[in-house]
């Protein structure tokens, strides 16, 4: 079992940052992949970023050029870098760690990007 406690949510202009945190505790965190999925009001709950522990990266084109996925291991910390925020970018932000299928979730975090 892996638990997850996200952080740094929060309401921006747009064009501004955030940088989101997600701690995970558990025996397996150190071997799983990690990342981010959002959810908008009404809309399905979606892949934003992953990175692998041997730090191979994903990102959904929609945040290509602008977000940053790490990933400190050693602190089983993801974290991930926001800039030039969109309006379109508001959602709940869900950290994720997934280890041959078995996934888990944290809370979720709300970032709200005002136009």
């Not at 892996?2 to 955030?18: I, K």
């Not at 799983?32 to 892949?47: D, E, I, S, T």
């Not at 291991?73 to 280890?99: G, I, R, W």
């Amino acid at each position: 079992q892996v638990q997850l406690v996200e952080s740094g949510g929060g309401l921006v202009q747009a064009g501004g940052s955030l940088r989101l945190s997600c701690t995970a505790s558990g025996t397996i965190v150190s071997i799983g992949a990690m990342g981010w999925h959002r959810q908008a009001p009404g809309k399905q709950r979606n892949l934003v970023a992953s990175i692998t522990r041997g730090e191979i990266i994903h990102y959904v084109d929609s945040v290509k050029g602008r977000f940053t996925i790490s990933r400190d291991n050693a602190k089983n910390t993801v974290y991930l870098q926001m800039n030039s925020l969109k309006p379109e970018d508001t959602a709940v932000y869900y950290c994720f760690h997934d280890l041959l299928g078995r996934t888990s979730w944290g809370q979720g975090t709300q970032v709200t990007v005002s136009s």
